[in-house]
């Protein structure tokens, strides 16, 4: 078969012209040959099928996928070198909270150190306070006691006074003559003199009190801590029988009259508390009295 536009021979089965691609036309089932203008009228037709066809060529060449421009490549590019911007921002961003977070705990932990001193400074202080409070208040104590011992005095010359004014009383209605040593005289009974033998500890072999040896101590404030205080003492030397002698006394902070009867000759005087109820309310009423 011959290409109507460019006269070039082809296969019968061809379609299309193999030199210029032009359409070919199948011939008639005639054998009569082709007239001349039938075959430019198919020539025409061709190159008119020709150039209709090549527009869409055109075209689907153009549809077809296009390689990447340049200004996509170079946006790959940039997205390629953003990765690693970013990797190094994030990595400075991790160490800056590292650094952040080490620094908190440093100053926590110093933070609480400091507070940790400070309080065992309060504590040791404290104690210290503590400790000379303690030992102010126990010599406060001390001093106190001691001072409350003088306070709290059972008798004075007051009182003394008061005694010698009752028992030159008390004698008269007793029809009796005492020497007391509340009238500032001192009372002797064979080798017992008193105060002095109580005053300088010499009355252990002399003095018992119930047939007990006790001691004894003398005093005009009646203010210690001796379980008996003797604040005066009295004596009837022109007694009938025996010698009547009596030691005024605070039996453990309690005023009592203690009598003895024993002879001028005894050795030992021992002595009890006296009977006479009027003895004994007068010297108790002194002793209590404010």
Known sequence: MYCPNCGKKNDIDALFCENCGARLIIPASSAQPTPASAVSSAAQSTSSTAASEAPNASTSISAAPTAPEPGTRSAQHARQNAQ????????????IVVLAVALGGGYYWLEHQRQSNSTATTTAKSSSRTATSEKAESSSSSKASASTATQTALWSTTKSSELASFMSSWQDTMNQSYEGTYDGQSVTIGELNLPSDIKNNQYQD?????????????TTAADTDAKYQVVAAATD???????????????NGSPDVLVSQDSATATTFNFTSSQNTD???GF???????
């Open 84 to 95: 690693p911007r970013s990797t190094s921002k994030l990595s400075w961003v991790i160490l």
């Open 206 to 218: 002399k003095i018992t009190v119930n047939g007990d040896t006790v001691k004894l101590k003398w």
């Open 237 to 251: 030397p022109n007694a009938s029988s025996g010698v009547i002698t009596y030691l005024y006394v605070f039996h």
């Open 279 to 281: 003895l004994q309310d």
């Open 284 to 290: 108790a009423k002194i002793a209590n009295a404010d």
